[in-house]
């Protein structure tokens, strides 16, 4: 019944349209009021001027209609599978660095890698400072690596489960900080 209804009022507007081609130069944008009254058993078309809504910002909009605010990462807790998952991005940019600046360093020095080793030896750093210093270079690889492997695993749908998630990244961990004392003990 409604959709007749319908029907009927665009023949109206269409058919008044055609018998009086010049009031197209005279439309101007209003909106379309359809009402319906069953005791008369048809629609009443009334035009209104319209109105351009005042522009409100989202959050003060918000604030009047008493909602809440959005969460962000500052309203959760951190948990381990949250900060393996930032530390991934962290140490993938930190390990491109370091695959930049061989490459740049390959490219632009003038000799080659046995001179710098050479210089760096000539340093006498001891052994508890290069232990440092290949600890906090070796670690965002070691990271990156075993981290990556958990991520793999997650995309053949493997470690899923929450508690397994945890786990995972739990030994991801434990694995990095293994193969970086390892590595700098060498």
């Known amino acids: 019944m409604y959709f007749c209804g319908c029907v009927r009022v665009s023949r109206c507007i269409i058919e008044g349209l055609q018998y009086n ?105 001891g052994f508890f400072s290069t232990f440092i210093l290949k600890l906090i270079l070796g670690f965002p690889w070691s990271f990156h690596y075993c981290n990556g492997i958990r991520w793999t695993a997650f995309n053949s749908l493997r470690w899923l489960e929450l508690p397994q998630v945890r786990a995972s990244a739990m030994k991801a961990v434990q694995a990095s900080i293994i193969m970086t004392v390892l590595f700098a003990l060498i």
């Open 21 to 125: 081609r010049s009031s197209l130069l005279h439309i101007r944008p209003c909106l379309l009021n359809l009402t319906s009254s069953k005791k008369g058993g048809g629609h009443q078309i009334t035009y209104t001027d319209y109105k351009k809504p005042c522009y409100e910002q989202h959050d003060y909009k918000n604030m009047k209609l008493k909602r809440p605010m959005s969460p962000h990462l500052t309203v959760y807790a951190p948990n381990i599978a949250s900060m393996t998952s930032i530390g991934e991005r962290i140490s993938g940019v930190v390990v491109a660095s370091y695959a930049v600046l061989l490459a740049f360093g390959a490219l632009f020095l003038s000799n080659g890698v046995e001179t710098y080793v050479s210089i760096i030896q000539s340093l006498n750093l």
